[in-house]
């Protein structure tokens, strides 16, 4: 095993652990207000994408079954 694989493995790990903490220690409230955020940087995000391409992924198309 590579030592920079495991070092950044473990350091991934960490940064998980960090993060669950720090999300279990929010208030509800505060937990509401960071899923709005994100929801609201979704929608901006989904926004700047060109119509093309929101339509390629937007469509959803039936299979005709084979006889």
């Not at 720090?22 to 709005?36: G, H, R, V």
Request: overall charge positive; hydrophobic content about 35%.
């Amino acid at each position: 095993m590579n030592r920079k694989t495991s070092i950044g493995g473990l350091l991934l790990a960490g940064l998980a652990g960090l993060a669950y903490y720090k999300y279990s220690q929010m208030s509800p409230e505060d937990k509401q207000q960071m899923m709005d955020n994100l929801k609201e940087k979704g929608r901006k995000i989904y926004d700047s994408i060109p119509e093309n391409i929101k339509n390629m992924f937007g469509k959803k198309e039936q299979m005709n079954p084979v006889a």
